[in-house]
């Protein structure tokens, strides 16, 4: 399955930014989605993660309350609403797909997203 995200950008902490990812190539319906991140200089870490029926989600603490996943399957496109953004929350952002019914830290992607760049300024 091929990955394209996009809607990073520049926002203000305590601003808002939504990512999309458009998927292509294989039955959208069939994959748990997630997204990560990556920081400067920080390995890549699990943000949120959401199953195949979009019935449940999964978050990292840090964004816990904050951001929030959901799906399309009709639109076959994955997001992440990212609210009360900080600057720690800087990083290039993945999404990436796994074939299973869930999606949560401890589990590996099969595919990724070529990754978007999302900046909090203080």
């Known amino acids: 399955v091929q990955l394209q995200a996009s809607g990073g950008g520049l926002a203000q902490a305590g601003g808002s930014l939504r990512l999309s990812c458009a998927a292509s190539g294989r039955t959208f319906s069939r994959y748990a989605m997630g997204w990560f991140r990556q920081a400067p200089g920080k390995e890549r870490e699990f943000v949120a993660g959401?199953?195949?029926?979009?019935?449940?989600?999964y978050y990292a603490e840090s964004v816990k309350g904050r951001f929030t996943i959901s799906r399309d399957n009709a639109k076959n496109t994955v997001y992440l609403q990212m609210n009360s953004l900080k600057p720690e929350d800087t990083a290039v952002y993945y999404c990436?797909?796994?074939?299973?019914?869930?999606?949560?830290?401890?589990?590996?992607?099969?595919?990724w997203g070529q990754g978007t760049q999302v900046t909090v300024s203080s």
């Open positions: 990436a797909a796994r074939a299973g019914i869930y999606m949560i830290a401890t589990m590996t992607p099969e595919y």
């Open positions: 959401i199953s195949v029926s979009g019935s449940s989600t």
